[in-house]
């Protein structure tokens, strides 16, 4: 695709922000996320008795003072954390204006870069065509192997999303925030993402739609194709039709944001015809998932 994913002046924005993670995880090396590990960082977290062998720089003589009984201090160990991107290029996601798969690469991109500014680990997955991932991305120079793979990305067939997600689930080596990038049509989305949670994953759905799919352009008689090789249907497109269709897709939005929220998943809703960086600074700012 021709141009670049994001915009030099877009990329110097995110280099002031973060993922808003809800919880310490465990990851693999040092970076700069709060751990659950206790380490030797300059972040007190706690005390703990001193037993033989271990390293009496660490007394608090001041507690020994009050107390007259040896006690360490402990830290909070800053590691890095395994970003998880998963990319949906299924042949639907090849529609729309702005296309539905050109958005899923800049939320993915804007993700991934924000993960290696501040030296967390990213892999990169795609599902729906060819098998392609890359994985263990560090530092902010890694920001260009993340773009270009994003920028190879084509649609490919259907695909079943909850055999990869099962799949995934197993190979992925260590747990921590994911992001899956997807417009959901798959029937098998309840089974798909009750799979993910069956590991640690911070799960961040995001739900990409085109304004074309949230308020059709169309009327009278139409013949709409599947673009993943169901059956065709036939529709006389008048007032009413159109607006059964969006109290239904509102309900099924709904069904799907009320699914996640019992699972501790965060749903977020996207529409294409916003521009990227203001879904980023306003939308993902104000629902807590950067900061």
């Known amino acids: 695709m021709a141009g670049p994913l994001l915009t030099t002046a877009f990329l110097r924005k995110l280099d002031r922000l ?54 360490l201090k402990l830290f909070v160990a800053e590691e890095e954390l395994n970003v998880h991107l998963l990319v949906d290029t299924s042949r639907s996601m090849a529609w729309g ?3 539905k798969l050109h958005y899923a690469r800049q939320i993915a991109a804007t993700f991934g870069y924000i993960a290696l500014n501040n030296l967390d680990r990213v892999n990169v997955t795609a599902f729906g065509g060819r098998p392609a991932a890359v994985s263990g991305i560090r530092g902010k120079r890694g920001a260009v192997t993340l773009f270009e793979f994003l920028q190879r990305l084509e649609a490919g067939s259907t695909t079943n999303l909850t055999q990869f997600c ?3 689930l197993q190979t992925a080596r260590s747990a921590g925030p994911l992001l899956l990038c997807s417009d959901l049509f798959d029937p098998g989305w309840r089974d798909a993402l009750r799979a993910l949670t069956a590991r640690p994953f911070e799960i961040t759905i995001m739900h990409i739609l085109s304004p074309q799919e949230i308020d059709p352009p169309i009327e009278g008689d139409i013949r709409l194709v599947d673009s993943e090789g169901g059956p065709a249907v036939e529709i006389s497109a008048d007032l009413d039709v159109l607006q059964r269709y969006r109290d239904t897709l509102r309900d099924w939005q709904h069904e799907i944001e009320t699914f996640c929220s019992g699972r501790g998943i965060r749903y977020v809703p996207v529409n294409t015809a916003v521009p990227i960086e203001e879904f980023v600074f306003a939308q993902l700012r104000r629902a807590g998932i950067v900061r």
């Open 97 to 99: 204006d702005p296309e």
């Open 166 to 168: 099962r799949t995934y």
């Open 18 to 71: 973060a993922l808003q993670t809800r919880r310490a995880m465990a990851g693999d090396l040092q970076g700069e996320r709060r751990s659950p590990k206790r380490g030797s960082s300059v972040e007190f977290a706690d005390f703990r008795p001193y037993t033989t062998g271990d390293d009496i720089r660490q007394i608090d003589w001041n507690l020994y003072a009050r107390a007259e009984r040896f006690y």
